[in-house]
């Protein structure tokens, strides 16, 4: 029976055991030999699949491990199936067969276990719950503090449409402040405020009704409609972390197929969808195929319903229609930023995932206008030495993971296109994790080449990880001149910038004449928008048709202002170079646009900063949100020990200092315990407690650490302002005042 064996057994000590074993199957040795065969034969088997996986190996290597058990359990299998059939064998012979698929099969189940909690645990909090158990317990939270909640919620709601309660408006209008501090005051921005309603004319010229679309599918049957990209996503997703079985080549490929989403067609797409069965989620149904669905929500401006407009659905545009004013105030000098905070509305086709796909949200953008032949930026040095990871396309393109970067080397390389556009990365940084975004969960990703808008010459999007996987938060994009290229060709005014030269040059000028009488005399009315158009061509356009006028004696011209095509005769325009000496030099601006979705960083920061702790006696699991003194919905709170009204004066004399320094606070004066009071408080993220147990001085607890030190009455306010402003950390606080032992309550 030694051949059914001999694949398995690469030690020659194991050969020679087995050897002995069935030639002297002897029980009464005092030595047993099947016990020893039992224990050496897994691994063995184990030794031929080249796998032992330690405990903290990856999903990978899981999935390889028990793709291979499973493989060799079912070979094992075999071999018991031929000694049973072989009359040859001996009891004791089959009996370690036997043994040996038990034990591989053991194997396998445990690797399987092993597997489904590191896909159930990865990317949520790292606390043991599986994602949605953690997000269900986190939303669960968010909500009944009132932090957001569906709107309309007693109509049963708006897919979509969320409000902020009491603690969610103050984080939201925390972190907004910040942005505004980090990014406006710091670089000198110049913040403007537009409409939300914008006229279709701006959105024809910025692309955005022709192509601001998502791909969408219907269920045959229903008419339901569903985007597609997301139910591709999230069959891969679905196989990734539930398919124990799934083989590595298969995994590899839906992990190419995640990498790529957004770089499908229409067919491609399609052809994925049709290609792994997919059928409408609630239906069954078969599915259309995917079409392109305009996401902008279209209205009428005025009574007559003539003047068709959109909800804007972003913020930049109002931006680039006004760059000719700006530009003067900021004395027609280049570099300079502007910014703008305000709601973006989107047509979302199946808006779900809470806060990061709603349909109406708020933005915070800056487009930052700078000379094309010069993107340095004065500044980079302050964020040159920065490390965090990055996913550049390169590695997205091989199936690598992202990597810890240095920013001057990424901008050196060339692997970022430019030092300005680094800045900005850099800043982000600096901001999101000031707010409390774990730096561990956070990568700024390249757009792979054919995701990124033919125009831009890079782009970037600092992704956060939370229960949901990676969700894109701030888009960091080079946009070069494209906008305002597009504006100034749809209404006919330069948006340009200029550099006075210290010398006159002699250059090669381009004169484009219009002949306005003839033009006047052919076209009537519309001859002034036909003459601002031949004006406004490049010189590739002009040369371009003085080639066709010369060789045809007239050309077709597309008049974008008329919405059509006119015929143009060699009589009706001149275009010629001339040698002409320049005294400054004209250009469009390229522009540097950092976008942020502000509801989606607020939430990935809930998961981040949510976790829970035993209560003191250890009977319940207490929620804790530990969000930084910077963004915390109310910065302390101030507890009376017990009801007293000298201890209630002492309690109000404190808030009225505490207002007086514009620290928000809340003061409770009830019965109940501290003990619930604290926990209370630190479900709402309240990073500090003022207990008043005496008319003199309090203390004051820490919420993470939960440690007290002991103040005086007058200084409270004083130290809250000190280290609710960042002047100090708490750790500098504990060295300057002496400590407080908790009693009963923590």
Not at 498 to 523: D, N, S
Not at 658 to 670: E, P, R
Request: charged share 25%.
């Amino acid at each position: 029976m030694f051949p059914y064996f001999r694949p398995y057994l690469s030690c020659h000590r194991h050969r020679l055991l087995l050897s002995t074993f069935l030639r002297n199957p002897n029980p009464k040795s005092p030595k047993p030999l099947l016990p020893c065969l039992l224990r050496i034969l897994p691994h063995s088997i184990r030794r031929l699949s080249g796998q032992i996986v330690a405990m903290d190996a990856t999903v990978d290597s899981l999935r390889r491990a028990v793709s291979e058990k499973q493989a060799a359990a079912e070979k094992q299998g075999e071999i018991v199936r031929a000694m049973k059939a072989d009359s040859g064998a001996s009891k004791m012979e089959i009996d370690a067969a036997v043994e040996g698929l038990k034990g591989l099969k053991a194997e396998v189940s445990a690797l399987s276990a092993e597997l489904q909690a590191k896909l159930a645990v990865d990317g949520s909090n790292g606390g043991g719950l599986s994602r949605e158990a953690f997000r269900e317990k986190v939303v669960n939270t968010l909500e009944r503090r009132l932090f957001y909640i569906p709107s309309f919620k007693i109509y049963r709601g708006v897919a979509g449409l969320y409000d902020y309660g009491p603690p969610g408006c103050a984080i939201k209008s925390n972190v907004l402040a910040f942005w505004r501090q980090h990014f406006v005051l710091e670089e000198n921005m110049l913040e403007v405020d537009c409409p939300c309603v914008t006229p279709e004319v701006v959105l024809k010229a910025s692309g955005h009704v022709d192509k601001f679309t998502d791909l969408m599918v219907k269920d045959e049957k229903t008419g339901t409609c569903y985007r597609a990209d997301h139910l591709l996503k999230d069959y891969c997703k679905e196989k990734l972390e539930k398919d124990l079985t799934l083989p590595v080549e298969k995994a590899e490929e839906l992990k190419h197929v995640l990498a790529v989403l957004d770089d499908l067609s229409a067919e491609e797409l399609g052809a994925k969808l049709k290609e792994y069965g997919i059928t409408a989620p609630d239906t069954k149904n078969p599915l259309s195929d995917p079409y392109p669905f305009n996401l902008m929500f279209s209205t009428s401006i005025g009574p007559s319903g003539l003047s068709p407009g959109y909800m804007r659905p972003e913020t930049a545009q109002g931006i680039f229609v006004n760059f000719k004013d700006l530009y003067y105030y900021n004395g027609n000098k280049l570099p300079f930023a502007a910014a703008q905070i305000g709601q973006a509305f989107r047509n979302e086709i199946s808006p779900r995932q809470g806060l990061l796909r709603v349909r109406e949200f708020t933005l915070a953008e800056i487009e930052h206008f700078v000379d094309p032949n010069n993107k340095s930026h004065p500044k980079f040095k302050d964020v040159a030495d920065l490390e965090f990871l990055m996913f550049p396309r390169e590695e997205q393109m091989s199936g690598k993971s992202s990597r810890k970067l240095r920013l001057s080397d990424a901008v050196s390389k060339g692997t970022i296109n430019n030092e300005t556009l680094g800045y900005f990365i850099g800043r982000t940084y600096l901001f999101l994790t000031s707010l409390g975004i774990n730096k561990d969960r956070l990568r700024f990703r390249q757009h792979l080449p054919n995701e990124m808008a033919h125009y831009a010459a890079d782009c970037w999007d600092a992704e956060i990880e939370c229960s949901y996987g990676w969700i894109e938060c701030v888009g960091i994009a080079d946009r070069s001149a494209y906008d305002l290229h597009a504006h100034t060709e749809k209404s006919g005014v330069p948006l340009v910038a200029q550099e006075k030269y210290p010398e006159p040059r002699e250059v090669e000028k381009l004169i484009i004449a219009p002949a306005k009488k003839e033009l006047g005399m052919a076209f009537k009315a519309e001859q002034k928008k036909i003459a601002e158009a031949l004006e406004a061509m490049t010189e590739k356009e002009a040369m371009e048709m003085k080639a066709n006028l010369e060789s045809a004696g007239e050309v077709e011209f597309h008049v974008c202002t008329l919405g059509k095509a006119v015929k143009i005769s060699k009589k009706m325009v001149s275009i010629s170079k001339e040698i002409k000496k320049e005294h400054q030099r004209v250009f469009t601006p390229s522009v540097i646009e950092p976008s942020f979705g502000i509801g989606r960083i607020i939430y990935c920061l809930f998961e981040h900063s949510f976790y829970t702790r035993p209560s003191k006696a250890g009977d319940e699991q207490l929620n804790v949100f530990s969000f930084p003194p910077l963004v915390a919905p109310i910065k302390c709170t101030v507890f009376p020990l017990i009801q007293n009204q000298l201890y209630d004066d002492v309690a109000k004399q404190i808030s009225k200092s505490l207002t007086a320094a514009g620290i928000s606070h809340k003061i409770d004066i009830t019965g109940t315990s501290i003990g619930k009071r604290y926990a209370r408080t630190d479900e709402l993220g309240v990073p500090f407690a003022i207990t008043v147990d005496s008319t003199t001085s309090v203390t004051i607890r820490e919420r993470d650490s939960k440690d007290q030190i002991r103040v005086s009455v007058e200084e409270v306010s004083s130290v809250m302002k000190e280290v609710t402003d960042g002047q100090s950390t708490w750790a500098d606080i504990l060295w300057r005042y002496p400590t407080h032992s908790s009693g009963p309550a923590e």
